[in-house]
């Protein structure tokens, strides 16, 4: 079993920046992949951003060039760092844990708002 704990969540205007974080604890040496997935209302869960057990990192067209996401293994924690946030990045951010391609935890999620 993953646990896994969002934080950094919030309000913020238009152009500014948030970090989340997601911290893992349980069995966290079988995860192959962390990541971030964000679902807005009334419509799907998206991938925003994923990063390796071995640090490559993969990122949605919509967020290329403002997120980035990175990964404290002495922490067990994992980071999104987003700049130039717009309106359309409001959403419920949630922190993902692949152990195989059957087995993925799920963190309660954290509520980014960006105002106009």
């Known amino acids: 079993q993953v646990q896994l704990v969002e934080s950094g969540g919030g309000l913020v205007q238009a152009g500014g920046s948030l970090r989340l974080s997601c911290a893992a604890s349980g069995s966290i040496f079988s995860i192959n992949a962390m990541g971030w997935y964000r679902q807005a209302p009334g419509k799907q869960r998206e991938l925003v951003a994923t990063i390796t057990s071995g640090g490559s990192t993969n990122y949605a067209d919509s967020v290329k060039g403002r997120f980035t996401i990175s990964r404290d293994n002495a922490k067990n924690t994992v980071y999104l760092q987003m700049n130039s946030l717009k309106p359309e990045d409001t959403a419920v951010y949630y922190c993902?844990?692949?152990?195989?391609?059957?087995?993925?935890?799920w963190g309660q999620g954290t509520q980014v708002t960006v105002s106009s």
């Open positions: 993902n844990a692949k152990v195989t391609a059957f087995i993925v935890y």
